[in-house]
């Protein structure tokens, strides 16, 4: 039996989509009909939480980050993010965290595209054709994905869900991990101490490392002036693998295209900062690929049977290693 | 031996893709290193052509079809189109018409998609959230094409080129065509007399038919008013396919959302159209997959190495037919 606590942003609603996920299944009920799980606590204020009383917590890591070290009989927290360094940083260590997988990359992957499309066929010249005083019956350049080379800077479940949508489009695809193990998909991966031959090597690069410390401004200028004038860099990762300003200089030199920027290093992006007013730079508000309370409560659901089964839970993650 | 006439607005062009690859081509030279294609006239203007003299062509069919009844001696044109309804429809019959084919489906794919994720990804939001005085970090809506369904008009090489990456994204593909004919890894085929119940199925639809006389207003109100309040139709096949009221009716009652065109009844689209000032048309100009002199000379000289080995050559268009 599992009492559950939501502490989420969202959690009336990823509360709704466990009641109804519960009722319709068998497998959640015990002998008598009963079901096995048990929605305790729904909110959304750290502060509500009867602390000493949460074994088992559904929660958004920055909330749960708050309330953490006073929850003495916590067993087990799934989160509700994908990154999860509030919790990882948190300092208590003796439960099981598990995060959200497997849920993101059918977002990030048309995030990504949308972004690399707009600028390959161009699309804002079409638009500014269009809309002009006289219209411009007008073929604007184009520079096609095909034939070209796209870099993925972290290839976990994510990073993976690229790759067969590159390769519909006739790219090739080289990755850049923190082990250089090979990839299925990826023509080569790369280590951090090759950033320089990788950025070469690439058309287009998308940056999506998790924030651990040793991807603090893995993204300064060696990586950013070896890219090209046509290049177009994506971050939909964390903030923290960039360096701002190597970045804004490349940028400013013309060393390569164009940047779209999903996170930052301080969240929402204030206002006075360069990225929102740079002609070249995109900036979408942390929306790349959001969690939904469908996945959020599908995810768990499958944790939670694992866990009445004291079966192993899935996307598990590591306190030491920071992912 | 070869003796050809260029007859193309990127004639130059063209001739000096073919000069190169024949000077690196052993297999396009006879038994003294002679090649054994020798381009006698290049030419953008159809009253330089010494048509008595022309006996292989290649050409665009808008400019062909000027002079192509002057053509006694011709045995074959190649076109550096794929729609060729100039040459078509002109009355001579009695040569060889190639088409151009095998080159666009990889930069028509680009265009499809660039549009559909344009709108589902709702960049135009975050770029008025971005630009607006008071930056905005803010979600606007977004709706996933991981799911849905795509309509293709017509499955010829080009159609098909589309499905391995709407696949790749998570939908389902569905086609409408003349014979009904299965298609690999398309769900389900239907043919004209179905639109409707086609249409409905749809969440996005793609126009890729090519002009001829049982397409002309094949999408009219009873395709249009089936489509959803979300759905983006993309026409890249031919103007005359649709009833341009039928898709503005459908457009104002907010049938469906967004309708982008790259082909038009009369091109360059007239600066009058309503289409051009439509805030949710978007206009491009015949300009989704281009012929580029490189494939255009690639497909030439493939078909160039048959004509001279007495093969049959590839993409035969038939006039009765129109396609």
Redesign the interface.
């Known amino acids: 039996m599992i009492k559950l606590t939501i502490l989420s942003d969202e959690a009336s609603e990823i509360a709704e989509e466990l009641h109804k996920s519960i009722a319709e299944s068998n497998t959640l009920k015990g002998t008598n009909n009963q079901p096995l799980i048990a929605i305790d606590q729904v909110t959304s204020q750290p502060d509500d939480v009867d602390t000493e009383n949460v074994s088992v917590l559904l929660s958004d890591p920055d909330l749960a980050s708050i309330i953490i070290d006073k929850c003495s009989a916590l067993t087990w927290c799934q989160s509700t993010w994908a990154g999860n360094a509030p919790l990882l940083n948190a300092g208590k260590t003796d439960y099981i965290l598990t995060g959200l997988k497997g849920v993101f990359g059918?977002?990030m992957?048309?995030?990504v595209?949308?972004?690399l499309?707009?600028h390959?066929?161009n699309?804002k010249a079409?638009?500014e054709?269009?809309r002009a005083t006289?219209?411009r019956?007008?073929?604007?350049p184009?520079l096609?994905?095909?034939g070209q080379t796209l870099g993925i800077v972290g290839l976990g479940s994510i990073g993976q869900a690229l790759i067969?949508?590159a390769?519909?489009?006739?790219m090739t695809v080289i990755g850049l991990t923190r082990s250089g193990n090979q990839v299925e998909g990826a023509e080569c991966v790369y280590t951090p101490s090759d950033i320089k031959a990788f950025s070469s090597a690439c058309d287009h690069v998308v940056n999506l490392m998790p924030d651990t410390p040793t991807t603090q401004n893995l993204l300064s200028d060696e990586f950013f002036n070896a890219l090209k004038p046509h290049s177009v860099f994506i971050n939909a990762g964390r903030g923290s693998a960039v360096d701002d300003d190597a970045l804004l200089n490349a940028l400013d030199r013309g060393t390569f295209a164009h940047a779209v920027l999903d996170v930052f290093r301080h969240?929402?992006?204030p206002?006075s900062h360069r990225f929102?007013?740079h002609p070249n730079v995109?900036?979408?508000?942390h929306?790349a690929a959001?969690s939904q309370p469908g996945d959020i409560a599908r995810v768990f659901l499958e944790n939670a049977a694992r866990y009445l089964e004291h079966l192993p839970l899935k996307y598990q993650l590591d306190f030491a290693k920071g992912y």
Chains 1, 2 share one sequence.
Request: hydrophobic share 40%; net charge positive.
């Open positions: 059918k977002l992957r048309e995030y595209f949308a972004y499309l707009q390959a066929r699309t079409f638009e054709n269009q006289a219209p019956w007008q073929a604007s184009r096609p994905l095909n067969p949508v390769h519909a489009f006739g969240e929402p992006l206002s929102w007013r995109t900036v979408t508000a929306t959001e």
